[in-house]
Nanobody
Framework: QVQLAESGGGSVQAGGSLRLSCTASGSTDSSNCMAWFRQAPGQEREGVAVNCRIGYITRYADSAKGRFTISRDNAKNTVYLEVSSLTPEDTAMYHC???????????????????WGQGTQVTVSS
């Protein structure tokens, strides 16, 4: 079992930046791959970025390349998402997710992840 706790969301103006954090507790094997997803009101949950400890795997959604950076502190079992040049379209609930094995090219599909955090809200005003 894995428990995930996100933090770092908030309200920012367009052009601003945030650093989201997600700390996993419980089985480190089960949290090998940790990812960030986001879900805006009325929209489907979409994968943003994933990082796997084994194999040093990092992947980004096309929409996240260039503005989002995922990083990891293995000693703290914490994954970070730095988001910059925020726009109102980035407004969403950002969720952390974990799974033991990298899902490959379909990593951005939520059902491939076994554990989920409650989410942290990011609101960007124009």
């Amino acid at each position: 079992q894995v428990q995930l706790a996100e933090s770092g969301g908030g309200s920012v103006q367009a052009g601003g930046s945030l650093r989201l954090s997600c700390t996993a507790s419980g089985s480190t094997d089960s949290s090998n791959c940790m990812a960030w997803f986001r879900q805006a009101p009325g929209q489907e949950r979409e994968g943003v970025a994933v990082n796997c400890r084994i194999g040093y795997i990092t992947r980004y959604a096309d929409s996240a390349k260039g503005r989002f950076t995922i990083s990891r502190d293995n000693a703290k079992n914490t994954v970070y998402l730095e988001v910059s040049s925020l726009t109102p379209e980035d407004t969403a609930m950002y969720h952390c997710a974990a799974t033991p094995f990298f899902p490959g090219g379909v990593w951005s599909q939520p059902h491939h992840f076994d554990y989920w955090g409650q989410g942290t809200q990011v609101t960007v005003s124009s």
